[in-house]
Structures are given as C-alpha cells and as structure tokens.
Nanobody, 126 residues
Framework: QVQLVESGGGLVQPGGSLRLSCEGS????????MGWFRQAAGKEREFVAA????????QYATWVQRRFTISRDNAKNTAYLQMNVLKPDDTAAYFC???????????????????WGQGTQVSVSS
C-alpha cells in the first residue's frame, strides 16, 4: 500500500509554469506505475500523463501538446508534473495515482489505478 500527497498547486497567470509533486510513503515507490489526472469544476476526471514504474516509458493526453512533462525520482519517492505554457483551460484539481505493477505498463485509465492522492488545485487566470 502507498499513501500519496500532492503539492505545488496554486494560482498562475496564463503562459506561466508550475511543478506539481506527488510524494509517496509506504511500499517502495519504484513498485508503482504512476499517473496524473485532473478534474475541472463540473467535468469528469481526465487523464493527463502516465509513467512506468522505472520511469522509462511515458504517455500523455493528446491535448498536452508537449507542454507538460511527467517524471519521477524513485529514490525520493516522488513523482512530478512539470506544466509549462499554462492556459485558463488547465484550471482544475490535479491528482496523482499509483498502481502496483510488475511490468513496465503505462496506465491511462483512472479505473486502472488503486491509490490516489487528495489533489492539488491549479488555477490559471490573469
């Protein structure tokens, strides 16, 4: 089992950047495939990015358009989401998620994940 805590959200102007962190505790972090999702007010939660347990494979939602980068530091039990060129449409609560895997799987559906953080709010506005 792993507990996840996100941080790094806040208010940023359009075009700005934020780096979200997701710190895990419990079982070794390297045992888990990781993902980031977001949920805007009144909308369903959607996939943002995923990374395999070793960090060798990544996948992004089409709309990311190279603006975001997912990464992880297993020695620090932390995953990151670097977000650049932020737009008002990026305003949402961002969640990290984890699932114990034995392969280099990339998990892109929220139904694939077992463990979730509480979320961190990102607001993009001038």
């Amino acid at each position: 089992q792993v507990q996840l805590v996100e941080s790094g959200g806040g208010l940023v102007q359009p075009g700005g950047s934020l780096r979200l962190s997701c710190e895990g505790s419990g079982r070794p972090f390297s045992d888990y495939a990781m993902g980031w999702f977001r949920q805007a007010a009144g909308k369903e939660r959607e996939f943002v990015a995923a990374m395999s347990r070793a960090g060798t494979r990544t996948q992004y939602a089409t709309w990311v358009q190279r603006r975001f980068t997912i990464s992880r530091d297993n020695a620090k039990n932390t995953a990151y989401l670097q977000m650049n060129v932020l737009k008002p449409d990026d305003t949402a609560a961002y969640f990290c998620a984890a699932r114990l895997t034995v392969t280099g799987a990339l998990l892109v559906s929220e139904d694939d994940y077992v463990y979730w953080g509480q979320g961190t709010q990102v607001s993009v506005s001038s």
